[in-house]
């Protein structure tokens, strides 16, 4: 799929942000979906975008935002009941183009969407990723969080990173996923990682329990 197709794509509508680069784990139950994955582990690309309007299960199809993110397939474990447990891991944006099909999933048309970034300035991305790092680790620091594995320092995974644990509502990292250019997202990023912290610092306690570990 490059930046001039439309291919067909399968479309999962949930209630989150996926952003390229980062990990999620599902968990495939409803039948609509069952035959969705089938046609996926058949070759049909994926891709997940938050939901608009609507619910996640048991119910209508839910619309979709403009936007979301083709993911690949990293562990499909298969339950005896027809259930799926999956992790996927985003790979690129993608931009809403036409509906194909419902029945029973939805199917649509996308176009990539690279960051539009025209002359991107790897040593300016750099020093945006080096603060981002730090205001991360701050924030995990006070709110006494045990991240998992390492934090990455590359500019789009640290950016990813920090907004999809950022505890903002669902339709706030959707707008921070449809910034045209990685710098406006980093700065956006940083600026809002300064503002938690700083609140946090001048809050009487941590806002969220403590304990928690970031994935």
Sequence with gaps: MDSSSHNVVAVFPLGTVLFPGMPLPLHIFEPRYRTMMEE???????????????????????????AGTLVQLDTVERMAD????????????????????????????????????????????????????????????????????????????????????????????????????LKERMERTLNMLRRKNLLIRSSPGPSIQQGESLN
């Excluded at 027809?82 to 048309?109: C, H, I, Q, Y």
């Excluded at 790897?122 to 998992?148: C, M, N, P, R, S």
């Design 40 to 66: 996926v582990l058949a070759g049909l690309p994926l891709a997940i975008f938050s939901i608009q309007e609507g619910q996640e299960a048991l119910g209508d199809l839910a619309r979709p935002a403009n």
């Design 82 to 181: 027809g259930r799926m447990n999956l992790l996927v891991t985003g790979t690129a944006r993608v931009r809403w183009e036409e509906a194909v099909s419902d029945d029973p999933f939805l199917k649509a048309r996308l176009q990539l969407w690279e960051d539009e970034d025209t002359k991107p300035d790897q040593t300016e991305h750099g020093v945006l990723a080096a603060q981002i790092y730090q205001e991360l680790t701050d924030y995990l620091a006070l709110l006494q969080i045990q991240a998992k594995v390492e934090l990455p320092r590359e500019p789009h995974l640290i950016c990813h990173l920090a907004i999809q644990n950022s505890g903002l509502p669902l339709p706030q990292r959707q707008t921070f996923l449809e910034i045209p250019t």
